[in-house]
């Protein structure tokens, strides 16, 4: 294993292989990459490394290029009538670390450089990198509206779908170092040499690495795989949107009962009630807040990445069906290169027909020049889109174990602190008078075993409404003098009920009990 080496050394090497941190735990994480790094045979910028599980190898180094934080706003409306449209103001910002690496100097005078595009541009852009870089997993971009486009609503939404594009292109191991974005985004010359510095220059093996790992057709199965993945994500999400709904209707019943209990609590019949279901209204209000923090952590946290992917997942289709029809201009032209050959070989020896010869041979050596450049570019689509595979596995593990962590602890806390105010109310319920531990009634008679008299807890033994006795039963076996209710002196209706000394004036289980 290599010697320890100082922080700023270590934080210096990790940027020249595209690994940034912000923290320490980044820092530990991007270390321990290093160290495994420099225990390989060969530098992953250098040499090639051992054929074995090539592909892998490079995704799980370099992930992503964070040296540009592009950030998208201000979006203006220029323009009347028919060619009115929308513009975005980009503003691309060198991260803190970087500076710090290289030093600053003309990277700093370069960092927030801001320039204005339309959706039309980013379009075009897409569609120019498509085309450069086959096999490359590209976000897609909202659809086209017509109708409501500068709502401002719609101009959020398509301006968030816009900076989660720009940011995916920026931070991409190929994109980041390709001129189409660098154009796009008007990044000054300094800028463009750090970006080129950071970025890997063998993420995608060469075809002999490629074929050497014996992996025969890997993407034989993908355009299958991705969209059962999808499908699986699809009914994932859906479960999940139906409980989001349901904890935000639960977070509504418990508001609801809690202006339930205390609207209860204001009556004069319930005056010695009314601290107990001041409480519970309390309580009930508390729990209705946790229940939508809860909603929305979900929201935020599996939800938006399930939406994430299946923009991705739509990206994987996008290009496996690309490379579909380039296996398929590869048939057209050897099928005519086979044509022109079998016509050019009939034509050849005989006399009069030399021009004609000639011409053969011309589309011959075209469609072969075609026909070796289709190859290439299948060739190339192929191992990029495997290494792309490779990457969007790494990333999507990742991004999937930490959201499923954050959302346990969510869940934990919000259990925790639920629990928390049921143990709390309980503790209430046990000191506030009217419930079993406070003094309300007098001792009774031979009612104490069933309804009315000393209430004892509910459960227990003759005790309350939870007695052996029915009520009809106690009131056959009510032989001694009626019990009176003793309560403390309240005003109003609910007080006048009762004589000056707080005695019900009608017995227990009388007319007027």
């Known amino acids: ?120 541009g980013f379009l075009k852009l897409r569609a120019e990198l498509l085309e450069a870089w086959p096999g490359v997993i590209i976000p897609p971009l909202p659809e086209k509206q017509t109708v409501g486009r500068f709502d401002p609503e719609f101009v959020e939404k398509r301006r968030r779908a816009l900076a989660s594009f720009l940011g995916a292109c920026a931070t991409h191991p190929l994109l980041c170092a390709c001129p189409l974005l660098h154009s796009f985004c008007e990044w000054p010359a300094a800028l463009r040499s750090t970006v080129l510095q950071c ?96 909603a929305e952590a979900d929201q935020k946290a599996l939800l938006n990445t399930l939406k994430e992917y299946k923009h991705i997942c739509s990206s994987i289709a996008e290009q496996c069906r690309r490379r579909e029809v380039a296996a398929k201009a590869v048939e057209s032209v050897l099928i005519e290169l086979k044509a022109a050959q079998f016509a050019l070989a009939k034509a050849v020896g005989r006399a009069g027909v030399e021009r004609k010869a000639a011409d053969l041979e011309a589309k011959v050596a075209e469609c072969r020049g075609r026909a070796e450049g289709a190859q290439a570019r299948l060739a190339l689509h192929a191992r990029t889109l495997s290494v792309e595979l490779s990457r969007f596995h790494a990333t999507k593990n990742g991004d999937f174990a930490r ?9 934990a806390r919000s259990t925790a602190a639920t629990h928390e105010q049921w143990r709390q109310l309980l503790a209430e319920l046990g000191s506030v008078p009217g419930t079993p531990n406070g003094h309300v009634y007098a001792p009774a008679s031979n009612l104490s075993n069933g309804y009315g008299g000393a209430r004892q807890a509910p459960g227990s033994a003759g005790g309350g409404f939870g007695g052996e006795l029915s009520f009809m039963q106690a009131l056959q076996q009510h032989t001694s003098p009626p019990a009176t209710l003793q309560v403390p002196s309240a005003p109003g209706a609910f007080g006048a009920a009762y004589g000056a000394e707080g005695a019900l004036a009608a017995p227990v289980g009388g007319c007027g009990g």
């Open 199 to 294: 970025a890997p220059t063998q993420y995608v093996p060469s075809a002999e690495e490629f074929n050497r790992t014996g992996s025969g057709e890997p993407l034989k199965s993908a355009l299958n795989d991705i969209d059962a993945f999808a499908l699986q994500a699809a009914k994932l999400r859906d479960v999940l949107k139906r409980e989001h709904v349901r904890d935000l209707e639960r977070s509504v019943d418990l508001m609801e009962l809690a202006q339930a209990y205390g609207s209860f609590g204001t009556s004069d019949f319930n005056f010695a009630l009314r601290p107990l279901l001041a409480k519970a209204s309390q309580t009930m209000g508390v729990l209705s807040t946790l229940a939508k923090l809860q």
């Open 403 to 411: 959201v499923l962590r954050q959302l346990s602890a969510e869940h």
């Open 1 to 120: 294993a290599p010697r320890p080496r100082p922080a700023a050394r270590v934080q210096t090497r990790l940027f020249s292989l595209g690994v940034y941190t912000d923290d320490a735990k980044g820092l530990a994480i991007g270390f321990a990459r290093l160290l495994r790094l420099l225990t390989w045979p060969n530098d992953v910028r250098g040499g090639a490394p051992r054929a074995a599980a090539v592909v892998q190898q490079h995704t799980s180094m370099v992930l992503s290029v964070e040296v540009v934080h592009i950030e998208i706003g201000d979006a203006l409306s220029e323009g009347f009538g028919p060619r009115r449209f929308t513009s975005y103001r980009l503003t691309s910002t060198v991260r803190e670390n970087v500076l710090n690496a290289f030093g600053g100097g003309e990277l700093t005078l370069a960092s927030g450089v801001t320039c204005r595009r339309r959706f039309n």
